[in-house]
Every structure is written in C-alpha cells, then in structure tokens.
C-alpha cells in the first residue's frame, strides 16, 4: 500500500458496520461515485476492491480502504476467473459487509456469488449489458446463465436504463429492482461554461476508450471525409487505447491533421470548455457518463441513437442522434450540426444544461443508494 497522502482522510475502524464496494477500476469509481463514497464513509467503514490504478490515493483520501484485486476486465480465462472468485470469497469472510455493492460484468458476476454464498445482502449495478452480451451467440447465453444465481436474492439490482432492465428481465426472473438516472451527474462540480465563438471553426470532441464497439471507427472514418472535403472541423480524441490496433492509426491520423489524439487525460473538463460538441459513436452503454457531464457544461453533444445515449439529450433541442455504427449517419449529423449559426449552437448548450438539471442530478442516485443500505441496518 501507497503511503498515506497529505490530507488523507484516515479510514474508520471504529466497528462500523461495512460496506463494501467490488468494481472493476478506480478511475470510473471516483471520477462518477465520489459523491457516494463521500457520503458512505461518514456512516460506514468502505471498503473498496479493485485493481489499484491512478485514482487509489484519490480514493484513499476519502477516508476509504482500497484492496487491491487484480482482474482482466475483458478476459475470458476461467482459472483467472476463478482467481477473482476466490479472492472476493475472502473479502466476505474478512470483513462480514453489511452490504455488498457491485458493478461492472465480473464484479456483479463472481462477487453476486461469493455474496451469496456468505449471506451477504447485495445490490448488483448493471452498468450496460457489454459487448459480449450485445454480440449474441454462445458468450451470451454462457453469461445469462452466470448471471442467474449471481443475481437470485438479491437485495436490488439496479438498471441504469429501461433496455438494459427489458432484458435482463426476459431472461432471467429477478426480485427487487430500481432504475437509476445512470450515475447522475454533479451539477456543481460540472457547471455551465460560456460557448465559444466559432472563429477558427467547429471544435468536435470525444472522450472515450479507444476501441471498436466506442465507435471509433466510424468516427475516424467521418473525420477523414470532413477533412477531405476542406470543412473547417477539428476532432479532438481523449482516451487511452484499450485495443492495441488503434495506437499507431490514431498516431498516424494526428500527424496528418485529420484528428488531434491527446491521449488519456486525468481531467476531461478543460476540453469540454472548449468544444462546440461532444460526440458519442457508442455501440452500447449503460447510460453515458462523458454526455451528461458534456450538457451540464452546457454543450450539445452528438450521439449514437442507442439506449444509454438517446435519454441523455433532447433530439434537435440539445443534440442530434444517429444509427450506431454508420459512418454515413454519423458524417451527416456532424454536418448538419457543423451547418447551423453558433448562436443556435449556444442555445442547444443551455438547453442541455436545463435538460440534465431536471433528470439526472446525481445527489437523486445518491439517495437511492444510501436508502437501499439503510434498509439493512
């Protein structure tokens, strides 16, 4: 364990009950349930494991225990799995949690059942159905059939949209559940940022992993078209590349003008303020974290018309939408957004702010869930 940072919170040991939190990385857990973990260790000992990353001193500071538990988020190697399984199994019998909380594919898998086997109460996040899921076929059907005892009993499971929750429930029975506004946003942090003018052209941005199924291709391939037909539209890309082929295409596509790829960025708000739209290619989310935070600083964002993404925006009143995984639709909404005066871009920005003010203030989820444990005391 790291030492102990300037102004870290000490984490309580004072009997509390536990409450203990499984993911599957740090830096989502912090950047989007700070304000949760905020208001669990002021009543609660939390204790968090996953793999140790970047934001392991942020969340320590919180006043929270981090354990650190290696996983391969997209692996499929069963004795690794297994691995995980057993080390989730040891957290239950460490530490007795009055409530086991978890998100993400495997955290919800292997921990819904070593929760189980230990009795704990659980609250299982379905965060997006992922793409093996989406992908149908065999991994599908092996990963409904997993996720049947992983979820049987629980406390609540919680959607992050109706899609999402539509099919889970046509394929498996399950008890208590609640639909969340996805992780809500924190409009204080997030706040309304002046448009920028237009001088220098429309300014574009992504926020993302670089990977296939974020619609990268279909965003590069738009990017190039513009960039052929002299249109005065600049891409900017933040994300780390989490499928290898992308690094050297990106690389070659910044060096040519076509994009400007910055890579992975602690801190997106500096490139929000200075976009005239976020644009989300997505193939499936579970609710978007980067256009929420994209219309609470009051910019339109550009979106595949997928669950996960359509709930975020207001069509033609805060963003356009387009069918995932088309360069041709994606290309044409950029245009017509690229089309319109910067005023009425302005406007579709404070519209968006309004939008997200109204359905996804995330103290609402933070209340769901401090309710939901309440329960169990």
């Excluded at 199994?89 to 909380?101: E, F, G, H, I, W």
């Excluded at 309304?192 to 391939?221: C, N, Q, S, T, W």
């Excluded at 009425?344 to 519209?351: L, P, Q, S, V």
Aim: aromatic share 8%; charged share 25%.
């Amino acid at each position: 364990m790291k030492e102990r940072g300037a102004g870290e919170v000490k984490a309580r040991h004072d009997g509390s009950p536990v409450v203990l939190i499984l993911c599957n990385n740090d830096g989502g857990l912090y950047k989007f349930r700070r304000g949760l973990l905020e208001r669990l260790v002021g009543r609660y000992r939390v204790v968090i494991s996953c793999p140790e990353g970047d934001f392991a001193q942020d969340i320590r500071a919180l006043g929270a225990e981090l354990i650190n538990t290696p996983m391969e988020r997209r692996g499929t190697n069963p004795l690794r799995d297994l691995k995980l399984l057993r080390a989730y199994m040891r957290l239950m019998k460490q530490y007795r949690p009055l409530a086991v909380l978890t998100y993400t594919v495997k955290p919800n898998i292997y921990g819904g059942i070593a929760a189980r086997l230990y009795r704990r109460p659980r609250i299982a996040n379905i965060t997006g159905l992922g793409t093996a899921v989406e992908n149908g076929g065999l991994m599908q059907k092996l990963l409904m059939a997993m996720y049947r005892p992983a979820l049987r009993g629980a406390h609540c499971v919680c959607f992050q949209n109706e899609a999402n929750r539509d099919f889970f429930n046509s394929n498996m029975k399950i008890g208590r559940q609640v639909l969340l506004c996805g992780s809500g946003v924190d409009l204080k942090e997030h706040t309304a940022e002046p448009y920028p003018e237009d001088a220098h052209g429309v300014r574009l941005l992504f926020i993302g992993r670089m990977m296939r199924a974020k619609g990268v291709d279909e965003l590069l391939a738009a990017a190039q078209r513009l960039k052929n037909e002299g249109e005065n539209i600049s891409f900017t890309l933040v994300g780390g590349c989490d499928e290898a082929e992308y690094e050297a295409k990106l690389s070659k596509l910044t060096r040519e003008g076509v994009i400007d790829w910055v890579g992975e960025k602690r801190s997106v708000k500096p490139y929000i303020a200075e976009c005239h739209a976020v644009v989300n290619p997505s193939h499936h989310e579970g609710m978007s974290n980067v256009l929420l935070e994209a219309a609470a600083t009051a910019r339109p964002v550009i979106a595949s018309d997928i669950p996960g993404c359509r709930e975020t925006f207001a069509e033609g009143k805060s963003g356009f939408g387009f069918a995932a995984g088309d360069a041709e639709a994606l290309y044409l909404a950029v245009k017509r957004f690229a089309a319109l005066p910067n005023e009425r871009r302005a406007e579709m920005g404070a519209f968006a702010r309004e939008f997200v003010e109204k359905n996804f203030d995330r103290e609402t989820v933070i209340r769901t869930y401090t309710d939901l444990i309440e329960e169990l005391l």
